[in-house]
């Protein structure tokens, strides 16, 4: 079974900058694809950023330009620099692999802007 562990979250004030780390329990290379997903309350969950083996990245349209994803292969670990932080990405993120065609999550950081 594959772990992914997040670390990183917390509080921060708005235009502020956090970066979360996900360590993965196996080879980050065996995995198709790896992102990172955040659900705020009441709302549906949805995707941040994700990069796929071989290093193309999406990220979403309120994050763009704001926020990098990254990977680093030696330490099995991907990450997501957040910067310029607002009130609305306060939320939970998780990290998400794919790997053997099953998903894969972590178990959550919670990230809280305030402003």
């Known amino acids: 079974q594959v772990q992914l562990v997040e670390s990183g979250g917390g509080l921060v004030q708005a235009g502020g900058s956090l970066r979360l780390s996900c360590a993965a329990s196996r080879s980050i290379s065996s995995f198709n694809l790896m992102g990172w997903y955040r659900q705020a309350p009441g709302k549906p969950r949805e995707l941040v950023a994700g990069i796929i083996n071989g290093g193309s990245t999406n990220y979403a349209d309120s994050v763009k330009g704001r926020f990098t994803i990254s990977s680093e292969n030696t330490k099995n670990t991907v990450y997501l620099q957040m910067n310029s932080l607002k009130p609305e990405d306060t939320a939970v993120y998780y990290c998400?692999?794919?790997?053997?065609?099953?998903?894969?999550w972590g178990q959550g950081t919670q990230i809280t802007v305030s402003s």
């Open positions: 998400y692999g794919v790997v053997d065609h099953q998903d894969n």
